[in-house]
């Protein structure tokens, strides 16, 4: 999504399911079968010098997954002169590096109608002053100079940044306009088989691993509930979540912050859900960019704790815009911590004057009774939807 935290970069992104611990990769790739290849390959450079004379050179190159990319090679002339030049290759590409000075001659007539040429080597850099002086030496010994001007306005930075600038919004577009579609295709097929899916966001920390564990061991004889656990790294929630008695999937982002409608459709055909269940979507630990992704989730479930500061809403509107629920999780340390209710709630509905609160806390069960009504009501929604 953009080039500073890496959304919409899914390399490395996995999806594992923790019932069979079959592992697949978002480009696709399974890790129940040996994929493991000699990348290795050859390719040759040809040189063409001033005399004329050509030679092509090979280069063999292992292709590593994690290698320093860069590397010059050296080469040795019939004279014995030597020049190197640098390779630099990014996931097999590679481009050869020119030196940008170039040369150029001026043609000069005299009053005498005598003629002669004489070469210019301009560096060509982004930032120069355009006017420069020639001197010229004539066959008596007489000198003189004249100034060169270039006309053409050298604006070569400013059009570059804007142009990289349309270049971010217009992938950003595309990125998000290909999300919605797919968000759109899983909330298609949730509602075909009276699936509830939420999708569950916060800030790392808040709680909401413990609340889907305690939500799970309350329910699981009740609700048929299944978890779609998001992280950047390791299977340790997906492996809380299972042991509270539900099935998950772990989906490892690598350095995206968030979840995409591609990984939760990866995600649901590991699980396989049945229908009239609920689907919990715990996103990656993070306010900002799950508020921009549709998963195709019925609701998105803002979890705040109180060990958080109270104007939270106000800092990351955008979440709690796009949320339906608020949870004030964790009131069990209201005594221990400097958190005002009333202000986190009026904060809330600053932004979003619609959004309905639940205080509780999932360690010692208050205000749970709550939560898990709303949850009923909303898994009956979703089963009358189907033949309204």
């Not at 630099?88 to 001026?106: L, R, V, Y």
């Not at 120069?128 to 004249?146: I, K, L, M, P």
């Not at 709630?345 to 932004?351: F, G, L, Q, Y």
Request: charged share 25%; net charge negative.
């Amino acid at each position: 999504m953009c080039g500073h935290c890496g959304c919409g970069d899914k390399r490395g992104a996995t999806v594992l399911n923790l019932q069979t611990g079959k592992e697949i990769g978002m480009s696709g790739y399974s890790r129940d079968h040996d994929h493991s290849h000699d990348g290795a390959h050859h390719h040759e450079h040809d040189h063409v010098h001033a005399d004329g004379i050509s030679h092509s050179h090979g280069h063999h190159h292992g292709h590593d997954h994690q290698h320093g990319l860069d590397h010059a090679h050296e080469h040795v002339h019939a004279d014995g002169t030597r020049h190197a030049h640098g390779h630099g290759h990014d996931d097999g590409d590679h481009t050869h590096q020119h030196d940008p000075q170039h040369n150029h001659n001026h043609d000069h007539v005299h009053a005498g109608g005598n003629r002669h040429s004489h070469a210019h080597d301009h560096g060509h850099h982004h930032h120069h002053d355009r006017e420069h002086d020639h001197e010229h030496v004539h066959a008596d010994g007489t000198r003189h100079s004249h100034r060169h001007e270039d006309q053409d306005d050298h604006t070569h930075e400013h059009r570059d940044r804007e142009s990289a600038a349309d270049s971010i919004i217009e992938l950003e577009t595309r990125i998000l306009s290909r999300n919605d579609a797919l968000a759109a295709r899983n909330r298609a097929w949730f509602s075909g088989r009276e699936i509830l899916a939420l999708n569950l966001v916060s800030s790392p920390g808040s709680g909401k691993t413990t609340l889907l564990e305690r939500t799970i061991r309350d329910l699981k004889s009740e609700l048929k509930l299944y978890v779609v656990e998001g992280d950047q790294a390791t299977a340790n929630d997906g492996e809380r979540i299972r042991a509270a008695g539900a099935p998950a999937v772990q989906v490892n982002t690598g350095t995206g912050c968030h979840l995409e409608a591609d990984m939760v459709a990866r995600g649901l055909g590991e699980l396989k859900p049945a229908a009239g269940s609920v689907v919990m979507i715990e996103n990656v630990g993070n306010l900002v960019c799950p508020a921009m992704f549709d998963l195709g989730e019925r609701a998105k479930v803002v979890i705040l704790s109180v060990t958080e500061g109270d104007d939270k809403p106000l800092k990351y509107p955008h979440m709690f815009r796009a949320a339906e629920i608020m949870i004030l999780n964790k009131i069990d340390l209201l005594p221990h911590v400097d958190f005002d209710v009333s202000h986190a709630i009026a904060n809330a509905r600053k932004i979003n004057p619609d959004i309905t609160v639940f205080q509780l806390s999932a360690r010692s069960g208050e205000g749970l009774s709550e939560w898990y009504g709303w949850l009923r009501g909303e898994l009956g929604k979703a089963h009358e939807a189907t033949f309204a």
